[in-house]
């Protein structure tokens, strides 16, 4: 059952794997992983977040954006996911796997990866607590989603500057509001901005 983030690692990849040439477009694969494993995932993934998203297919793109930073998985176009040689070769290896693993005390189990630090990115920073509803930063995160929501209403008669518009595309892909962060790029003026 694919229940969790990491139990799309292995569908990702296979999916790709079976591919010509390993490649194909986000939307094609998403599709094959639906095709193909969809008896397979649990029903509470395909409850939508907050941006409206189902949780399975975010979770298939989170899973891509790490095998990238491991470098599984590469993408030689916009919009284009490949298995690399290197993600190739994990399959391979590990023909039984049920979990992506490199090394035995590699194993995923959790929401998040346990793929190995390079050395020159390894940072020790403390760790923030959760934020309670009630907290002053929890109200500014909500106090700016309102002014993105407002200014893509039309409810906002300022027109924040093409630098702010690209501060709240980001904003918009950390808190996983991407039809908004979409929405928001296309008004970008690409002169306007540091390339």
Known sequence: MLENFSDFYLPLMRVLENLPNRTGSSGYVIKAIETQYGDQISPIQFQRNRSGNLNWIYNVR???????????????????????????????????????????DHIIQSGFP??????????????SKPLSSDHPKS?????????????????????????????????????????????????????????
């Open 114 to 127: 346990n793929f190995p630090i390079e050395s020159e990115t390894r940072r020790s920073l403390p760790r």
């Open 139 to 195: 109200r500014i995160l909500d106090r700016e989603i309102e002014n993105i929501q407002y200014y893509l209403a039309g409810q906002n008669s300022l027109q924040p500057s093409d630098e702010k518009l690209c501060d709240w595309v980001h904003f918009c892909y950390i808190f996983e509001m991407y039809a908004e962060g979409k929405e928001l790029f296309s008004l970008v003026s690409e002169n306007n901005v540091n390339s």
């Open 62 to 104: 989170m899973c891509r954006e790490h095998l990238k930073r491991k470098g599984f998985l590469d993408a030689p176009a916009t919009g284009i996911w490949r298995l690399t040689e290197r993600g190739h070769k994990w399959l391979l290896d590990y023909p039984n796997a049920t979990h992506l693993a490199e090394k035995r």
